[in-house]
């Protein structure tokens, strides 16, 4: 799907505005096995417009997989996603043969993804492209959006990101940190309702860490509507409006930082809790 880029201010980097008091994102009873492996058992949740929800949970309890699915990166077995206004129902969706699926819900899982911009564990740019470039190719290439304006706007993400002396580099010229501040501003430039960001410090040296925090500190500040996958456990305290610790496909808490990481009240959540502190 094309959007309309007539009407829209294509300099602007700042986050779409969303109605208030309406959840941006509503997960309803997802789930994902991997063959006989039930990954997601029974996941349920919801993100208001302009908010950070950080998912975090032990190794293996399904978080990325998880957030995959909100991106259609995944295809869950059951369970309502909804972003904006677009609701993919998974139980409606039964691939056929190799994992085919029809047009209509081809059209209806991009339409998904656009909704969404996901920043990778590893940053995965386009190893021959610039940094410039690596920006563009979304917008221009897959979105149809004039050449012009995607690079005013994704001047300005870089600038915002602190890359600006930058955008002529490759990616091998980039530090780690520098590198996964390219990755978020190429989610940003497809305009995205939400931002999903999974463990996007998880395989940066200690000393990169920190930069890359603080960009996604200036995101949160500015509105932008997050969700992201982590086990820093300081930035979760300072920055989330909401906590879900996740174990074994279950939502086992859910609350705000103070309640979730201050103030556990299951077993399980503070045993993990106990054990990465
Ligand atoms: P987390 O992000 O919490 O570490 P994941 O969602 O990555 O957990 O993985 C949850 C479980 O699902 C793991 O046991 C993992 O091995 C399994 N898994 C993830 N993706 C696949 C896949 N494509 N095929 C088979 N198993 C998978």
Redesign the pocket.
Known sequence: PRPDHSTTDGGSVAPPTAARGIPLVAVDHLAKS??A?E??KDISFTVEPGTVTCVI????????????SLDAL?IPDAGVVRVGDCTVDFGEIHPGPKRRLDRRTRELLATLRSKSGMVFQAHNLFAHRTVLQNLLEGPVVVQGEPVAQATERARRLLDEVGLSAHVDKYPFQLSGGQQQRVGIARALALRPQVVLF??PTSALDPELVGEVLGVMKTLAAEGWTMVV?THELRFARQVADQVLF?DE?LVVERGTPEQVIGDPQQARTKAFLRRIM
């Open positions: 991997f063959g492996h990954v997601l949970g032990p190794s293996g309890s399904g978080k990325t997989t998880l957030l995959r995944e999974d463990e996958v996740i496909g």
